[in-house]
């Protein structure tokens, strides 16, 4: 029975990278905002003898996950796996300087969608699943003070997630993948040298044992 992976930020970055990975076992359902993107994607699976559902959504739409999770019941009836890359990063900033719509947007994509989709896909997972987290921990780092307060509650409910579900499933996995030249670090960096940073397909390439490990 084919594997049925669920991606959520799928249409560049890591997110993309592991989709492609992952497509010579799993169908990958593709979630993102950007079409283009998703096009895009399910081009190079397609090519590479894979196959894709593109679901051009916002996680942030309540009505559109329940939606997205309703459907791949109906067509499945299960997930396998659940990789969760969607991040919103806001500008560096003090602490005292934050926009107030830069951390709502922070505080609604990182962390409120990521406990209303760990609710909603949890039963697809049910006790086999495997749902994977991406930390990136800048907690506490100077003027990271939205992103690493948002990134450090998403990934804490990650952890209380992993805790209760050990005996129980699905297993949940938290990762750290290695700096990469991403749209993400470009808006904290935008002047680095970024010959130095992991390349997202070797960085898949390099994760995938962990995500598919017994």
């Not at 593709?30 to 998703?38: D, E, H, N, R």
């Not at 009836?77 to 969760?84: E, Y």
């Not at 699943?129 to 800048?138: L, N, T, Y």
């Not at 907690?139 to 050990?166: M, P």
């Amino acid at each position: 029975m084919t594997q049925i992976a669920l991606i959520t930020g799928a249409s560049r970055g890591l997110g993309a990278a592991l989709a492609r990975a992952l497509a010579p076992t799993h169908h990958i359902i593709a979630v993102a905002k950007t079409v283009g993107a998703l096009e895009e994607l399910d081009d190079a699976i397609q090519a590479a003898g894979g196959a894709a559902t593109l679901a051009p959504m916002d996680i942030t739409v309540d009505a559109a996950m329940q939606q997205l999770c309703r459907g791949i019941f109906d067509r499945w009836g299960k997930l396998d796996l659940w990789l969760h890359t969607a991040v919103h990063a806001a500008p560096l900033a003090p602490a005292g300087h934050i926009g107030p719509k830069d951390l709502t947007k922070s505080l609604t994509i990182n962390v409120e969608a990521t406990a209303r989709l760990i609710a909603y896909v949890s039963p697809l997972l049910g006790q086999t699943g495997r749902a994977v987290f991406f930390d990136d921990p800048r907690a506490g780092q100077q003027f990271f003070g939205a992103y690493g307060a948002t990134k450090a509650a998403q990934i804490a409910l990650a952890q209380s997630w992993q805790a209760e579900s050990r005996k129980t499933g699905p297993d949940v996995r938290i990762l750290t993948p290695e700096p990469m030249p991403t749209a993400t670090r470009a808006r904290f960096y935008p002047g680095e040298d970024r010959s130095p940073l992991a390349d997202p397909h070797a960085e898949a390439a390099r994760l995938l044992p962990a995500i598919l490990a017994q």
